[in-house]
């Protein structure tokens, strides 16, 4: 440690902090759209027979940046390319996800949701595919 005036890792901190940071606001985004949508504007956000509340949306949203932040982890240490990969994968899964609003009880709730998908799908694209 002797000659070093630079911690170490200043800059694999800021790489941390910048991913959670990426990770909250596409929560806190998607979490704005449904208060929007659900207690201001009354659109009854169901799929199936299942209800979507905030808790799931904050979890999935978690989940899925978590996630995301993870495979760019595992791909940059295994591969020479692994951020181009992780935007392929990444683009695969947003879509692969919109699928899901398709079954909701309305056409509101339909865009609703996918708007979700979307914002939260742009937001960890564009924040986690940066170096």
Known sequence: MCGSDAPP???RMNTHL???L??????AV???LWVAAVPVAGVDLTVGATAV??????????VAGLAGWGLRAVLERVTAR????????ACVVLAVSCAGPLGAGSAAAVLVLLGMHVLVGGI??????RR
Do not use: Q
Not at 22 to 27: E, I, K, P, S
Not at 53 to 62: E, H
């Open 9 to 11: 890792r200043l800059g």
């Open 18 to 20: 910048r991913r959670i």
């Open 22 to 27: 990426v990770v909250l606001a596409a929560t």
């Open 30 to 32: 998607a979490v704005a």
């Open 53 to 62: 509340g905030v808790v799931p949306v904050v979890l999935a949203c978690l």
């Open 82 to 89: 692994g951020g181009r990969a992780w935007v392929v994968i």
């Open 124 to 129: 960890l694209l564009a924040g986690l595919a």
